[in-house]
T-cell receptor, first 111, second 114 residues
Framework: SQQGEEDPQALSIQEGENATMNCSYKTSINNLQWYRQNSGRGLVHLILIRSNEREKHSGRLRVTLDTSKKSSSLLITASRAADTASYFCAPDERSARQLTFGSGTQLTVLP | NAGVTQTPKFQVLKTGQSMTLQCAQD?????MSWYRQDPGMGLRLIHY???????DQGEVPNGYNVSRSTTEDFPLRLLSAAPSQTSVYFCASSFGQGLRNEQFFGPGTRLTVL
């Protein structure tokens, strides 16, 4: 089954900087979701972008989707220490019966 | 709403022992699922249910059983634990398009099999 692949695997930035994470997938999708996982916790849904959308915002989060390149990016602006977490993309492949999750990007925001 | 709850939070088993991981949700979601999370491998679907009385296998079902007698509960049974089942287990629920919709995750159960 398809799996989103996040890049980079790990990212370390200073508080106040922007963080950008990328996701690539292989086949046609209905939508793509991003999740956050704080250490020792379950995943939390952040945002869903549909295949006919190119950009979506939610607070300090900005997600873009390029279906021609089969990629998405998650931008966190003005990062805070509390943004330290793993971030996962989950493409909803049209032919699949379920979401699939990649290995995630581990973001560390240094105070 | 408590959302999705899981018990226990931590468990240590010996090889060959059996146990049940509990999962409950109070959001009246029809869809419930179990994932395992291993380092470097993301989340993998074990079993899922589209409603009371209906279950199906996911990507890695071997060694696990599930049942769904009520909408709220979806326990996961390890029949004879093996070290390869050492992992963090997450229960999730969802509505609408089910497994392809927004997933609500529990806090996880960290299982170690010796």
């Amino acid at each position: 089954s398809q799996q989103g692949e996040e890049d980079p695997q790990a990212l370390s930035i200073q508080e106040g900087e922007n963080a950008t994470m990328n996701c690539s997938y292989k086949t046609s999708i209905n939508n793509l979701q991003w999740y956050r996982q704080n250490s020792g916790r379950g995943l939390v849904h952040l945002i869903l972008i549909r295949s006919n959308e190119r950009e979506k915002h939610s607070g300090r989060l900005r997600v873009t989707l390029d279906t021609s390149k089969k990629s998405s990016s998650l931008l966190i602006t003005a990062s805070r220490a509390a943004d330290t977490a793993s971030y996962f993309c989950a493409p909803d492949e049209r032919s699949a019966r379920q979401l699939t999750f990649g290995s995630g990007t581990q973001l560390t925001v240094l105070p | 709403n408590a959302g999705v709850t899981q018990t226990p939070k931590f468990q240590v088993l010996k090889t060959g022992q059996s146990m049940t991981l509990q999962c409950a949700q109070d959001m009246n979601h029809e869809y419930m699922s179990w994932y395992r999370q291993d380092p470097g491998m993301g989340l993998r679907l074990i079993h899922y249910s589209v409603g009371a009385g209906i279950t199906d296998q996911g990507e890695v079902p071997n060694g696990y059983n599930v049942s769904r007698s009520t909408t709220e509960d979806f326990p996961l049974r390890l029949l004879s634990a093996a070290p390869s089942q050492t992992s963090v287990y997450f229960c999730a629920s969802s509505f609408g398009q089910g497994l392809r919709n927004e997933q609500f995750f529990g806090p996880g159960t960290r299982l170690t099999v010796l």
